[in-house]
């Protein structure tokens, strides 16, 4: 498994910094989080330089398995909640409260895991052009094992635990998961942060909408 953590401008030893945990798309691996991908860490330290809050971003490979247990035993969900975190805390980070951040599958895998945690453990979510489907016949091949399997997964069927955690949406109007996150975000209270703005499901779009949903994020994290 490839996994890195991109730490903030003037880190130190002395403080335990909170961490961010990202979750790519579908075809994806930890390393679109960083760099030429989507540039996470050049943001955070452009944010941290201004006097933004510092946090650490932290992403794993989590192959295309969509972050839930799946019948051949693959559960990458469970491999962030539980060894990639434990990983993290031993390498002196704060991991008492998370906050998650994904774009496409790792959108929707951002608001399945947090729902699953719950707002003890979770500071804040920020979820860009999630893959949300409104039935099972709707979602895309090899995302779920079949309608049951989409049944116990559906974020659709989560917004009461996702209601106690902040939440931010972000889904561009040439998306075309922009109907089913517009109806999803319908049904959620309190309204979450964020909403819609042109732009398709690409790492422009993405790009553009990072440093906001950075600083949603931030503004939820706290060194301990």
């Given at each position: ?5 991109a730490y ?15 979750l ?49 035993g ?123 703005r ?27």
């Open positions: 498994m490839g996994w890195a953590v903030p401008p003037g880190a130190s030893d002395g403080i335990r910094l909170p961490v961010l945990l990202v790519h798309g579908r075809g994806g691996d930890h390393s679109n989080a960083f760099g030429a991908g989507l540039g996470l860490d050049r943001f955070l330290a452009d944010a941290v330089t201004r006097g933004g809050p510092a946090f650490a971003i932290a992403s794993a490979d989590g192959g295309d398995t969509y972050w839930h247990r799946r019948t051949s693959e559960d990458a969900g469970a491999m962030v909640t539980d060894e990639f975190v434990r990983l993290l805390g031993g390498l002196s980070l704060d991991v008492a409260r998370v906050g998650f951040l994904g774009w496409s599958m790792g959108g929707y895998g951002s608001m399945l895991l947090a729902s699953r945690l719950g707002p003890s453990h979770v500071a804040a979510v920020a979820a860009e052009s999630p893959e949300i489907w409104e039935s099972a016949n709707q979602t895309a091949p090899g995302a779920f094992d079949g309608p049951a399997d989409y049944e116990a997964h559906t974020v659709l069927r989560r917004h009461a635990q996702l209601a106690r955690i902040p939440l931010r949406i972000d889904c561009g109007t040439g998306d075309p998961f922009y109907r089913a996150t517009k109806a999803f975000i319908a049904i959620l209270s309190p309204r979450p942060a964020g909403g819609f042109p732009g398709g499901q690409d790492l422009g779009y993405w790009r553009r909408m990072a440093p906001a949903q950075l600083a949603f994020v931030g503004r939820h994290l706290r060194p301990g």
